[in-house]
Every structure is written in structure tokens, then in C-alpha cells.
């Protein structure tokens, strides 16, 4: 657990069944981070947890150091949820994360708290988290639009009806903005999940505390066990397996780290995973095109039959 | 194989025999030897060497081409990248003018460039005449078009052209896949270094004439002949900007590790084990028209090639037979005559590869049929084969063939099929019969492939994007959706 | 006719042909190259299975007389040339025409059954039927009813055919499904299914009296109906598409088809004919230019 922080609170006693309020110091109940998997919180299989620290090097919370095997886990879970979550009607998916925003927006006190425990002044939290509100919202609008503008009717010479519509590439791994605790996070999940994709997430190392959060805002909210999962813990050790997993169909980076980015291609020619690279952003951008970047393009044919008199007049 | 005898038989003997017809060669001009066509002329290759281009047909030497080593890729690249400055500045009106007066020279040519795929891969000349060759003409004709209209393509964002991109295309459609290549790099802006297949260089040779008469600027388009080695040259070069690379996947997996590091853009356009889905409401006679499409068109050297069968089991035995008649009628032979439906397989390499396979499919227990045609005595060729009764863990059934070689395999109910259907690390094309609108609707969706084809198979057109899905790459060529591949979009 | 016991389809369930994957089917055959000795043999063959016609309100037994000269002689002085197939007249002309052809093989056929229309009482049908056969025809084209096959009535569509097989006697019976008002493949397929179940010995596109007369399309729907019943039964059925075909060329597309689809064994007048009149003189003219040379003009060559 973290530090204890004690503050000047009423406390209670009991008298006659009855807690009655006595000016005394009350405990605090601190939060335990566990990282989210499958629509649950367990903690990390192999028992490991890191610090994490302010800038002042103040402990914030105990975190998951997750594992290879719990990167294994959340891939079975996000694959398991695909087929739902892709399935589902894209107005559907737009009310969902229309709620996600709506459930981070009841939080925002406690998204503020843990944005100032991880170093941004006041002013800064409370801009992160309106943008991270906004942004959710943003993508929930695009959920049933982004195919009408990027899917085409293609006039064949021949006789068929011939049209190209974007479908989700399926499982994508993202390694979060290891900058940013909440905006970056919420920037590349939400049009992943827009888009139909589900995904397992690894959140910024250094600034965690929110995508534990999140993931309870997610849990709160419609949103599918096993569309998102979350793990906190070590880039490094985990880039591997997130890059070279051959069930995973996409991997998002967001650094510009030159050896990472080497070794991200290098492992998802194994399987041919779509690499996707956003290098070091700052997340003031949004748009329906970071939704494209984990779609394929489907064509579809059919004949067309030409029958009838009327030649087309009418 | 027993119950063949019980059924009655047709007889098709007379009808794969037609006197000759074959295509005249006078029409096409081969030169004895072709040099690199490099910044706007013909130049010879730093390395001296040469190689042989053959008719897979016959043996015959047709031609001699040069073996680009990886300075003659330097030069290319050079060509390319001073050609850029200027090129990616015309008027985008003016480009796609070029582009256009392209597509013009191969029509006026249209009659010679088949004859020369024909005799340089060996697929039937019907397929060069009416497919190969008009196909890639109205890609270019397509392409140019876009050229000036790019703002329209992309809401909200600026194209801007990559640079030099570097394409290596295969042996099953030489002019065809260069023009897929070159039609939409030219269009938006960037320059190109291409490198056909080193057993069927010839078309792209003659498509470098055409580039010198349309009077493309010179370096804008660079065609440099020559094997693996070449292409990684230009998958390596350092000044490249962009791979466009049609093949295998295993060379595909090469190719994205080499870029690993570099901010190389890549599509990558690989191999495929399609599942083309027979069911039992199905329009069956023309079912059995796209099976053979499916994978006897260019003697199944086709990447999207409709490979593994699914039949639905009350309609297993009708297919069969229908499929195995259909199959006697195929006539199998000269590529260069008009009448042949299944020309010469492309190389030797290539042959083996498929006799391999097919002794695979024989040692796995499957039933082997064969069309009874006479092949020619000499040249590379191999009878249409299916192989029934294979189980989905069969090799046959996994591993791309790449020949005019067929597995079957039954199924009883929706989703077994979509699911077996799925059930391969390949996504490129599949193809569903069936007469009952819902259920296309529903299989097209749940495929996982880049191009269904529902109540047809093997349909291209210039409009059409194409590519695949999981391990048949990524990035579409063809269509709107062909453009982004080769575009910042700012 | 081997003894067999037949289940009968159920015709209700819609026959299921995509028409674009037959025309792309029917479009193969016309891109068969056919040259030099395959093209003098499919030309002697495409002769040798027209069914001569004259089926106009004006025929009179001079017209009858003079068509059936031509069809035994077609070109005199062109040696071993064969005769046509048969010459097809109405049941009034019957007699005369057999007269005409005499023993040279050339065969008699009739339309039947209220031709072209078939708007007739069933009783009238078999009526005309037996008088044509009384006649000498050797062979009985009957219409069937299409207003009531559209209607859905296969029940009395099947039954009429077998009715007019029945009165038909020794005669074999072309059944015309006059496919230019029937419209789509998947009706053109179930009336031929409906026609041979029911006793057809030919099924046959046209009565040659609407503008839409058979296409290659059409026919190769027929001939893979042909095929599957033959599969199914081991019984061999005809096919005639009529009306339309009036070039050689186009007739040798037919057989390139006949013969893809069917095989062999129906590559004769037994089992194929071309209801045509005009097409015997294209043929003709090209024979002649295979054997000079030299490109014919039509006034070489006698009309009729």
C-alpha cells in the first residue's frame, strides 16, 4: 500500500447500535491498484509490484509489474470479446463510449487527485480531464460514421456491384504515452475501441494511477469484459510480447524510441501485425483517421443481373 | 475413384481438340538483349552481367536481361530521387496527363505486349489478350485521373507525395502488377524504381519503351531487371521512401524486418489459401464456373486464387461431378494458342513446387483427380488436379500451392464453414455461393479476408481495392483506397 | 428407353441460375478460335442439324414444295454435302412436305398445340397432335402453355406435356418453352425441367414468332438442364435453340458448347438441331470460301 496519509476527518463510534461522529483522526482507505483483465481486477500472476513515485519521489501506490503471462491472459480475453464487440451495431458502440465519458466525467474529482499526485498543477489536471471527457465523446460520434466516410462504392467495368467498407484488424496491443496518465491513454484506446477493435493496453509506467482508474470508469460502464484490458509495468519487458504475440493483429507505439520501434517491427513480421507509430505525441490531435489506422478494407462483389425491359428509363 | 465407373460419363474428348490457332509472334518484337532503363534511357548494368529470359513453354531463350547489382540500384534510386523534385512540383494536371498517354500506348500496343506475357510466363493467351493486358491499361487510365483530384480523396488533410518508391513485383502478372505499381505512385506524385520478377522481365522492358515514347521526364520511372538480390538492394537503400512488394509472405516477413528502423513506408501484397464456399442453395452451375476461375485461371499461379473448396454436404457429390466434367473440357497446352484455357506453368522451380504438393496431397490419403487431356511433350506443364476428401489439417489444404491445384473439403453447417474458412494465418480473398441474400451478407462480413467475392470469383478491376488481411499483408492497391499507400497525409 | 423409376423434382422450389455467371460461361465458347478442318467439319455437322422452317400464315405447297427441294439439295455442286436435318411446316403442310423429301432421310416435323401461342383447350391440342402424326410428321413441336407455367400451374404444364407425348405416338416430341416470355434463367431452367420429367424427347428455346429467339445463354441453361436430367436418369434428351442464329459462326459456337456441355455424343442431328432457315446459306457460303478461297457473295447461292 501507499503511504498512509492521514487527515483531521470525523471519526465515529458506536453507541447503542448507533456510529455517532467523534471529532477524532479517521484512517484512510487507500486504493489497491490491480490491473484489469477480462472484465476483472486481479493482481499480477507473478506476485510483482513496483513504486510508483511523484516527482518529489513520494511513493503514490504500490503497482502491478505485470507479466508476460498476465499479457497472455488479456489477449485470450480480448480475442474472446472480438467477436461482440465487432458485431455490435455501430450505434451501439458510440452510446458506450458516450457512457465511458459520462462515467469519467462523475469521477472527475478523483482523476484531478491522481493527476496532481503525478505532477500536473491544478489547472493542468482539470484541463487533462476535460479533454479526456471531450475526447471520449468525440470518438463515441464517430463510432457510426467513420464508415460512411472512408468506404467506397467502386463502378466496376463489369457487371457487379462492387463495395469497400472498413472493418476492424481484430486484437491490438498498445503501449500507451508513457508522458501522459490519462489524455494519452484515452486518445489511443478510444478509436481502437470505436473502430471494433479490442485491445490490451499497457499504461505509462512512470504515471499509472489513472489507467487503473479508468479501467474502473470502464467497468462501470457498458463497455465489454475483454474489450479493454489494462496492465501497468515495465516497457521493456514487455514490448516483446506485444509485439511478436501471434494472435495479436495490430500493435500501437506512441515513442520515439529508435531501438523499440526496431524491435516492434522486427517481432510483427512474425505474424505480419499492422505496425502503427505515433511518434511522441501530444495528444492534442483527434481524428477519425487514428480510428482508420487499425481498420482493414474489405471489398465485397456481386453480379448484378440485367433483366427487364425498361433499360434503365423509367 | 470407384464410383467414377458406376456414373454415366460424358465425352469430351473432341472437345479440347481444335485444330491450332495459334496467335501470331510477328506481331511482337523481342530484342535480343535489354539494358536498365534508368533515368530516361537505356543504359548497361554496372555489373555486366546478364541473364536469360525463357518461354516456360518451350525451353527457348527468348531474351537476355541485365543483372542489376546494388550500385545499378544506387543509380536507379539517384534517378529516381532527382526526378522527384521536379515531378512531384508539375502541375498535378500535367502528371496525370502522362499517366493517361501511358494508358493510351499500351491499348495501341495492347496486341504485342500480350504476345510477349504470353511467351515470357506462359499463361494462355487468352487470359494476356482479354485480361492481362486491358487490365493494366485501364489501371493506368484510372490512375491518371486521380492525379489532380487528391484533395478530393482525403477530408480534412493535405496528400503530399512520399518519394521514392521502390516496387518488386511477381511473375504471375508482370505487366499487369507493374501497372498496379507504377499507375498510382505516378499519380501522386512520387518517382519509382522497378524491378520485375527475373522470369518474366519482358513486359516491363517493353513498358520502359513506352515510358521513354510517352516522354516521361527522365528518372521518374526506372525499370531495373535482375533476381532476390536486386530487390533487397532496393528494399535496403537507404534513400528509398516506400516498398511496394508483391510475392510471398515469407519474403514479405523479410522485407518488413529489413525496414524495421527506417521510416519506410510499406505495402506488401502476399500469398493467400482462399476458401471459396459451395452452399447447397448455391447457383451451382455457375458455382462450378468460379471454381474453375477460382483456381485454374493462370494455372492457379494467382495469390487470391480460390484453393480450398467447401462444398456443403448434400450438394457434395453433384459439385463433384459437375466440377470433374467441367475440368475434362479445360484444354491444357500451348499458351500461345487461342483455344488454350491452361497454359505452361511458369518455372521450373515453380513445377517442382507443385509435383511436390501434389505428391503431398497423394501420401496424405486424399482423392487425387486428374483431367485425362494429353499435356505436350515438352514444356512445363500439369493437368488440372483436385484433391477430395481432404481434412482440414492436411497440407494441401494449409499451405499456398501457388499451381492449378484444388482441395475439397465438405461441410454441413454455416458456421463450421466460416469458422474452417478463418482457420488459416492468410486473409487475402474468399468467395461464397449461395442464393439467399442474408446469408452472403453474413458470410462476407465474417470472412476474414480483404476481397469477398460472393456468386462470382477472381474479379479484378482498376477501381477495386485489393489486398489482404493477417498474413496476406497490408495496404490496398486499386481503388480510392489505393492512393493512401502512397501519400503523407498532412 | 431404359426402364427406370423416376423421382420427380419438386417444382415449386426456384430453380437458382446466375444469369452474369452464364453469360461470363456463354462468353468462353465465343472465344473458341475454330479453324481450318474443325471448322469444315463443324460446318458439315451445323448443315446437317438445321431444321429447315416455314411456319407463316402465307406457306402454300409451292413455298412447302420448294423449301423441301432445298433441303435435300442444298448446294449441288458442292460434292457430299449432307442434307439438313428436317424441315418443320405446319400440320396442313405435313403431307406434302413428306412428299417432298421423300426417302432422302430428311425428316417431317410439325408445330403442334395452337402454335405459337398454345391458347388452346388441352382437347384441341391432342386433336392437332394426332392429326399432324396421322399426317406422317416424324416429329411434333408443341408450345407449352406460359400464361399458366407464369401463373405457377406446373401441375397442368406437365401434365399437358405428357398428354401430347402420349398422342404423339412414334413421333418424338420437341417441347418449345418459347423462352423470350418466360424471361429469367431460373424460369427457363424449371420449365425444362418441367418438359423433360413430363416426356420430352427435344426441349427447344423458340417458336420463332416474338423478337427475343434463343441466345447462346439461354441455350446453355437448357443444355445444363439436359446434362443434370441425363445424370440423374441416363436418359438423353435433345436440344434446338430456334430463331436467331443465322451466321455460321455463331452456329459453331453452339456446337463448341453442345459439345463442352454435353460431350460428344449429342454432337448430332439425333440430339441437336438449329431451328433456322436463313443459316443453311451463311454455312454454305462459308464451306465455299474454306474450299476457294475466295469471300461469296449471296446471289451464288439459292434462297429457300
Known amino acids: 500500500m501507499s503511504k498512509t496519509i492521514s487527515k483531521n476527518i470525523p471519526a465515529t463510534t458506536k453507541t447503542n447500535g448507533v456510529h455517532k461522529m467523534v471529532s477524532t483522526k479517521r484512517l484512510e482507505v487507500l486504493k489497491t491498484y490491480k490491473i484489469y483483465i477480462g472484465g476483472k481486477f486481479p493482481r499480477t500472476e507473478s506476485g510483482r509490484y513496483y513504486i510508483a513515485e511523484d516527482n518529489a519521489g513520494n511513493n503514490l501506490a504500490n503497482m502491478c509489474l505485470s507479466s508476460r503471462k498476465d499479457f497472455r491472459e488479456a489477449v485470450i480475453a480480448a480475442r474472446s470479446a472480438f467477436g461482440d464487440w465487432s458485431a455490435k451495431a455501430a450505434n451501439n458502440r458510440g452510446q458506450i463510449l458516450y457512457r465511458i465519458a459520462e462515467m469519467l466525467e462523475g469521477r472527475r474529482a478523483q482523476f484531478k487527485e491522481e493527476l496532481i499526485k503525478q505532477n500536473l498543477s491544478a489547472a493542468e489536471a482539470e484541463n487533462e480531464v476535460n479533454l479526456s471527457v471531450d475526447r471520449l465523446i468525440y470518438y463515441a460520434g464517430w463510432c457510426d460514421k467513420f464508415q460512411q466516410v472512408f468506404s467506397s462504392v467502386n463502378p466496376v467495368a463489369s457487371s457487379h456491384f462492387n463495395f469497400s467498407t472498413p472493418e476492424p484488424t481484430g486484437v491490438v496491443s498498445v503501449i500507451a504515452p508513457q508522458n501522459s496518465s490519462l489524455l494519452g491513454l484515452v486518445s489511443v484506446i478510444a478509436p481502437v475501441i470505436a473502430g471494433g477493435n479490442t485491445c490490451v493496453v499497457l499504461a505509462s509506467f512512470a504515471k499509472p494511477l489513472c489507467a487503473v482508474t479508468f479501467a474502473e470508469v470502464l467497468n462501470s460502464s457498458d463497455v465489454p469484459g475483454g474489450v479493454v484490458n489494462i496492465l501497468t509495468g515495465k516497457v521493456a519487458e514487455l514490448l516483446p510480447y506485444f509485439a511478436d504475440h501471434m494472435d495479436v493483429n495490430a500493435i500501437v507505439y506512441c515513442e520515439n524510441n529508435v531501438a523499440d520501434k526496431t524491435l516492434i517491427k522486427e517481432k510483427s513480421a512474425l505474424n505480419l501485425k499492422r505496425v502503427v507509430l505515433y511518434d511522441k505525441q501530444n495528444w492534442d490531435a483527434q481524428s477519425p483517421y487514428f480510428i482508420m489506422d487499425n481498420q482493414e478494407i474489405k471489398t465485397t462483389w456481386h453480379p448484378i443481373e440485367n433483366i427487364g425491359g425498361s433499360k434503365g428509363s423509367y | ?490 | 428407353m431404359a426402364e427406370k423409376i423416376l423421382t420427380l423434382p419438386d417444382f415449386t422450389i426456384p430453380a437458382r441460375i446466375d444469369k452474369v455467371g452464364v453469360e461470363e460461361r456463354a462468353d468462353r465458347f465465343t472465344k473458341r478460335s475454330i479453324k481450318k478442318e474443325t471448322k469444315v467439319k463443324g460446318l458439315m455437322l451445323a448443315l446437317n442439324m438445321i431444321d429447315l422452317t416455314t411456319l407463316e400464315g402465307k406457306d402454300t405447297e409451292g413455298k412447302v414444295r420448294q423449301m423441301c427441294y432445298k433441303a435435300v439439295h442444298l448446294l449441288d455442286s458442292y460434292p457430299n454435302l449432307p442434307t439438313v436435318a428436317a424441315v418443320c411446316v405446319y400440320p396442313e403442310m405435313v403431307r406434302i412436305a413428306k412428299k417432298a423429301v421423300g426417302d432422302s432421310g430428311v425428316k417431317v416435323a410439325s408445330v403442334a398445340t395452337a402454335f405459337p401461342s398454345g391458347q388452346s383447350s388441352l382437347k384441341i391440342k391432342l386433336e392437332e397432335t394426332r392429326y399432324a402424326v396421322d399426317e406422317g410428321a416424324d416429329e411434333i413441336d408443341m408450345v407449352i402453355s406460359r400464361g399458366k407455367f407464369l401463373r405457377g400451374e406446373y401441375n397442368y404444364v406437365f401434365d399437358e406435356i405428357a398428354a401430347v407425348k402420349e398422342a404423339c405416338g412414334p413421333a418424338r416430341l420437341k417441347v418449345i418453352l418459347e423462352t423470350g416470355e418466360l424471361i429469367t434463367f431460373d424460369k427457363i431452367r424449371k420449365a425444362s425441367d418441367i418438359a423433360m420429367y413430363a416426356g420430352a424427347d427435344f426441349i427447344k428455346t423458340s417458336t420463332g414468332k416474338i423478337p427475343a429467339a434463343s441466345s447462346i445463354p439461354v441455350t446453355l441453361v437448357m443444355l445444363e438442364a439436359i446434362r443434370d436430367y441425363y445424370y440423374k436418369t441416363g436418359i438423353m434428351i435433345g436440344m434446338k435453340p430456334a430463331g436467331g442464329i443465322s451466321k455460321s459462326k455463331v452456329a459453331l459456337h453452339y456446337l463448341v458448347m453442345v459439345n463442352e456441355i454435353l460431350g460428344e455424343d449429342w454432337m448430332n442431328n439425333k440430339w441437336f438441331r438449329f431451328g433456322a432457315s436463313s443459316l443453311a446459306n451463311d454455312v454454305l457460303m462459308q464451306l465455299m470460301k474454306e474450299k476457294t478461297g475466295v469471300y461469296q457473295g449471296k446471289d451464288y447461292f439459292t434462297i429457300d
Open chain 2, 1 to 490: 475413384m470407384a464410383k467414377r465407373d458406376n456414373t454415366l460419363k460424358l465425352k469430351f474428348d473432341s472437345a479440347r481438340k481444335f485444330a491450332p490457332a495459334p496467335e501470331s509472334r510477328s506481331a511482337a518484337k523481342i530484342k535480343p538483349k535489354y539494358d536498365l532503363f534508368i533515368n530516361g534511357k537505356f543504359e548497361k548494368p554496372l555489373s555486366k552481367k546478364y541473364f536469360d529470359s525463357t518461354n516456360p513453354a518451350t525451353g527457348e531463350k527468348l531474351s537476355e536481361v541485365a543483372d542489376s547489382s546494388a550500385a545499378d540500384v544506387d543509380k536507379a534510386v539517384k534517378a529516381a530521387r532527382n526526378a522527384f523534385n521536379s515531378w512531384s512540383k508539375l502541375p498535378a494536371a500535367e502528371r496525370g496527363k502522362y499517366i493517361f498517354r501511358i494508358a493510351r500506348m499500351v491499348q495501341e500496343r495492347a496486341r504485342e505486349l500480350a504476345i510477349v506475357e504470353t511467351l515470357d510466363g506462359g499463361k494462355p493467351i487468352r487470359e494476356s489478350r482479354d485480361f492481362d493486358v486491358p487490365t493494366a491499361a485501364n489501371h493506368f487510365f484510372y490512375y491518371a485521373g486521380w492525379a489532380d483530384k487528391l484533395e478530393y480523396a482525403f477530408p480534412n488533410r493535405t496528400a503530399k507525395p512520399l518519394g521514392v518508391a521502390g516496387q518488386i513485383i511477381p511473375w504471375n502478372f508482370p505487366l499487369l502488377m507493374a501497372a498496379w505499381k507504377i499507375a498510382p505512385a505516378l499519380a501522386t506524385g512520387n518517382t519509382v524504381v522497378l524491378k520485375p520478377a527475373e522470369t518474366t522481365p519482358l513486359t516491363a522492358m517493353l513498358l520502359a519503351e513506352i515510358i521513354l515514347e510517352a516522354d516521361l521526364p527522365p528518372g521518374v520511372v526506372n525499370i531495373i531487371t535482375g533476381a532476390g538480390s536486386t530487390g533487397a538492394a532496393i528494399v535496403n537503400h537507404p534513400d528509398v521512401n516506400k516498398i511496394a512488394f508483391t510475392g510471398s509472405t515469407d519474403v514479405g516477413k523479410i522485407i518488413e524486418k529489413a525496414i524495421a528502423g527506417t521510416d519506410k513506408k510499406a505495402t506488401l501484397e502476399l500469398g493467400g489459401k482462399a476458401a471459396n464456399i459451395i452452399f447447397e442453395d448455391a447457383p451451382l452451375d455457375q458455382a462450378v464456373e468460379g471454381i474453375v476461375n477460382g483456381i485454374f485461371f493462370n494455372q492457379g499461379h494467382v495469390c487470391c486464387a480460390g484453393s480450398r473448396l467447401y462444398v456443403q454436404e448434400s450438394v457434395l457429390e453433384s459439385v463433384l461431378r459437375k466440377l470433374k466434367d467441367r475440368i475434362e473440357t479445360l484444354i491444357v497446352g500451348d499458351p500461345l494458342d487461342k483455344n488454350t484455357d491452361v497454359g505452361a506453368i511458369n518455372s521450373k522451380q515453380q513445377y517442382d513446387q507443385i509435383m511436390k504438393y501434389i505428391k503431398i496431397g497423394i501420401n496424405e490419403g486424399s482423392d487425387m483427380f486428374q483431367s485425362s487431356c494429353t499435356l505436350p511433350s515438352k514444356g512445363l506443364y500439369i493437368p488440372p488436379t483436385i484433391f477430395s476428401n481432404v481434412a482440414q489439417s492436411s497440407r494441401i489444404a494449409q499451405e499456398e500451392i501457388f499451381g492449378p491445384v484444388l482441395t475439397i473439403q465438405s461441410f454441413r453447417t454455416d458456421d463450421e464453414v466460416i469458422e474452417k474458412a478463418n482457420n488459416t494465418p492468410y486473409g487475402l480473398s474468399a468467395g461464397v455461393w449461395t442464393d439467399k441474400g442474408s446469408k452472403i451478407f453474413n458470410l462476407t462480413t465474417k470472412l476474414r479476408a480483404g476481397v469477398v467475392w460472393a456468386n462470382t470469383f477472381n474479379k479484378f478491376d482498376p477501381t477495386s481495392p485489393f489486398g489482404g488481411y493477417k498474413e496476406s499483408g497490408y495496404g490496398r492497391e486499386g481503388g480510392l483506397h489505393g492512393l493512401a499507400p502512397y501519400l503523407n497525409l498532412v
